[in-house]
């Protein structure tokens, strides 16, 4: 070997060494899970998940994520209008009772800067699975400033899904409601190991 591949090889082993994985959890009083679908064509309607839970293992060295899950719960579902939210939860959307919950899961992300890139996963909804892509941001990566004091990840992600590749066709043929669902998801992530 040449003398100075065998010296990068002594330099950079030791910062090799020090990359090392964590889990994290979602802080379920820091997250937010929301989406936008067009009403009648008129305007969007935004609604939220208030039970969201999930976790992850990333690296902040390698930027190497694996082990992804984020869990929804389709029974807390928020859109400020009683009736909406009883038929939203009903068998022409999410159908909560047959299917309690939607999960999107994930084993790599690709970086595209030091802070952002994609995270190509899959989706879990009314009994069906099929590929999810998001974008994400990581805002911020340090200590809590106060509470709890873990190291946190602050992370914005948005996607879109067509929400009738899951069966969810009620009011797309007529344009009653759009088929296209942009995701918006906010939340902070702690290390568990803190």
Do not use: C
């Amino acid at each position: 070997m040449p003398r100075y591949l065998a010296l990068a090889a002594i330099v950079m082993a030791p910062a090799v060494a020090l990359a090392e994985p964590a889990r994290y959890e979602l802080d379920p009083e820091h997250t937010t899970v929301a989406f936008l679908v067009d009403h009648v064509g008129y305007a969007g309607t935004l609604g939220l998940f208030a039970e969201v839970s999930g976790s992850f293992t990333y690296d902040m060295e390698t930027q190497d994520l694996s082990d992804l899950v984020v869990t929804v719960r389709t029974d807390s579902i928020e859109t400020l209008n009683d009736a909406r939210d009883g038929h939203v939860r009903s068998g022409d959307f999410l159908d909560v009772e047959a299917h309690p919950e939607m999960v999107f899961t994930a084993q790599s992300g690709t970086p595209e800067t030091d802070t952002t890139g994609q995270v190509a996963g899959e989706l879990t909804l009314l009994g069906q699975t099929h590929p999810l892509v998001l974008d994400v941001t990581l805002n911020k990566a340090e200590a809590y400033p106060f509470g709890h004091k873990r190291f946190t990840l602050g992370l914005t992600a948005r996607g879109s899904l067509m929400r009738s590749d899951w069966g969810m066709t009620y009011g797309v043929e007529n344009g009653l409601v759009g088929d296209e669902v942009q995701l918006i998801l906010e939340t902070e992530a702690m290390r568990v190991d803190d």
